[in-house]
């Protein structure tokens, strides 16, 4: 996935887009992910005085959402779903097993809806079911 440089005159122009919705926040801080890759921290302030919040509210709802990434993506993107249903069949094994190969590509995720055939994994944008490391190091390539 391709990903414009960060810049906060481009993050303004599409801040710029979301001025008349309402709880623009969360929508702010998913454009700046979608256009950017990741929200750099910048962004908290810059959210925050552009729809007149405090940092803390713009903070909080970018630690709530566990999609949301402080930093820039690397070539590969791993999730690892550890919601009950795969934790249920070892995901945290799978978790631990791929952690171990790949930190820092790796993150949680909670319910892919492929529930049924778990441990469900996500590599670069596709879902895995049955997810092993072997699946999963295939997938990278
Ligand atoms: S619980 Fe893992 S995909 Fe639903």
Not at 7 to 13: G, H, Y
Not at 38 to 45: I, R
Not at 52 to 71: C, I, M, P, Q, W
Request: aromatic share 8%; glycine share 6%.
């Amino acid at each position: 996935m391709k990903y414009s440089p960060w810049s906060q005159e481009q993050a303004l122009l599409l801040l710029a887009t979301l001025r008349e919705e309402k709880g623009p926040v969360l929508m702010a801080l998913q454009l700046m992910q979608k256009e950017f890759g990741y929200v750099d921290p910048a962004c908290v302030e810059l959210i925050a005085n552009f729809f007149n919040k405090s940092r803390a509210e713009v903070h909080g709802v970018l630690t709530f959402y566990h999609d949301l990434r402080t930093t820039p993506p690397t070539q590969h993107q791993i999730s690892i779903c550890v919601a009950e249903a795969c934790q249920a069949v070892g995901a945290r094994a799978l978790e631990k097993e791929v952690k171990g190969k790949f930190a820092n590509e790796t993150n949680d995720a909670y319910c892919f809806g492929n529930c049924a055939l778990g441990p469900a994994a996500m590599v670069n944008g596709k879902i895995i079911g049955r997810a092993t490391l072997a699946k999963i190091e295939k997938a990278r390539q």
